[in-house]
């Protein structure tokens, strides 16, 4: 399964300028996804991080890989529309930079899935090198009426 941006966002509450994704290129309904973050000079974050010499923050990096696995989740049909957010990050290492421009390439593995939330593992890689690896805990927020 291939998304594009707009895609996405039918499955993904993210809006600009926190959509971190702009395309899938593979994805296991609640098992898995891969996806692509087209890294540019121009994302907004550059200005200050670092002026003149542009890094990808880690924190984003795991973000992104948070979305990756949301859209496994979200388009299994007992979760759809639900809105999942971070229970935890563990072992998250980041083992390169990453500066634009770049493909960020994303992919998400879910590894325990229950009605509550889960537990995903995700790997960045750019040009094929790991950049960042860890496992991602997430939790299914209240409802709202």
Do not use: Y
């Not at 899938?24 to 003149?52: M, N, Q, S, Y």
């Not at 949301?70 to 935890?88: E, H, K, M, T, W």
């Not at 421009?101 to 939330?117: F, H, N, Q, Y």
Request: charged fraction near 25%.
């Amino acid at each position: 399964m291939m998304l594009n941006r707009d895609q996405i966002k039918e499955i993904l509450p993210h809006r600009e300028p926190f959509l971190l994704l702009d395309e899938v290129t593979e994805c296991e309904t609640g098992k898995r996804t891969k996806a692509i973050w087209h890294i540019t000079e121009d994302l907004p974050f550059f200005r200050g991080h670092f002026p003149g010499r542009p890094i990808l923050p880690g924190v984003l990096m795991a973000e992104a890989l948070a979305q990756a696995g949301a859209v496994a989740i979200l388009q299994d049909p007992r979760f759809s529309g639900r809105l999942a957010v971070f229970g935890g990050i563990d072992k998250m290492k980041f083992r390169g930079m990453v500066v634009p421009p770049c493909d960020l390439e994303l992919e998400t593995e879910i590894t325990r899935l229950a009605s509550v939330g889960g537990r995903g593992h995700g790997v960045a890689r750019v040009d094929g090198k790991t950049v960042a690896e860890g496992d991602i805990m997430f939790a299914f927020a209240p409802q709202t009426a």
